[in-house]
T-cell receptor, first 110, second 113 residues
Framework: KNEVEQSPQNLTAQEGEFITINCSYS?????LHWLQQHPGGGIVSLFM???GKKKHGRLIATINIQEKHSSLHITASHPRDSAVYICADYSGGGADGLTFGKGTHLIIQP | EPEVTQTPSHQVTQMGQEVILRCVPI?????FYWYRQILGQKVEFLVS????????KSEIFDDQFSVERPDGSNFTLKIRSTKLEDSAMYFC???????????FGQGTRLTVV
């Protein structure tokens, strides 16, 4: 059974700091999602990647398939980045649905 | 930009009542999903739907749950006889193809009293 672990669970940082959130998974996957969940509850897709690195604005996601590990980085963090960041993966092997991590609750203080 | 829409945003129902949660996926997508998130817990997969039938379901998706795509646009989740523990946020998602980027609706907060 696939397990998705995230660290840290909670992170408070000052505006402008470089943020790293980590995600590990236990079985081989076909693709990994990084998602953002705001206090209202809605979920927004940030990235989906199966290899290498992707960049979108101040967000960068990397994945190492051999080590079963992915990271989400935020450069020049801003209070509006405050949210829960979740990684989720498609486990492969016929599994259709995403397996979610518990999320990292990020607070950026001005 | 195309989006997944869910209605209602919040529903309160009495225990034992039937509820139907509605979703309009992105129009050219082929895979549809329901997920739920109990307050304070992680998001959990309920069911996937493709080609007008259930593709996969989790152990949470028991006989009390059913899904339908009645008219080619709406995608519904029905809970036949709600229990207190069904209180959660329910998310619909759609994807163009299997194991590709999923787009989520804003969720329906179901409260069973």
């Amino acid at each position: 059974k696939n397990e998705v672990e995230q660290s840290p669970q909670n992170l408070t940082a000052q505006e402008g700091e470089f943020i790293t959130i980590n995600c590990s998974y236990s079985v081989g996957i076909s693709a990994l999602h990084w998602l953002q969940q705001h206090p209202g509850g809605g979920i927004v897709s940030l990235f989906m990647l199966s290899s290498g690195k992707k960049k979108h604005g101040r967000l960068i996601a990397t994945i190492n398939i051999q080590e079963k590990h992915s990271s989400l980085h935020i450069t020049a963090s801003h209070p509006r980045d405050s949210a829960v960041y979740i990684c989720a993966d498609y486990s492969g092997g016929g599994a259709d649905g995403l397996t979610f991590g518990k999320g990292t609750h990020l607070i950026i203080q001005p | 930009e195309p989006e997944v829409t869910q209605t209602p945003s919040h529903q309160v129902t009495q225990m034992g009542q039937e509820v139907i949660l509605r979703c309009v996926p992105i129009s050219n997508h082929l895979y549809f999903y329901w997920y739920r998130q109990i307050l304070g817990q992680k998001v959990e997969f309920l069911v996937s739907f493709y080609n007008n039938e259930i593709s996969e379901k989790s152990e949470i998706f028991d006989d009390q749950f059913s899904v339908e795509r009645p008219d080619g646009s709406n995608f519904t989740l029905k809970i036949r006889s709600t229990k207190l523990e069904d209180s959660a946020m329910y998310f619909c998602a759609s994807a163009g193809h299997r194991n590709t980027e999923a787009f989520f609706g804003q969720g329906t907060r179901l409260t069973v009293v």
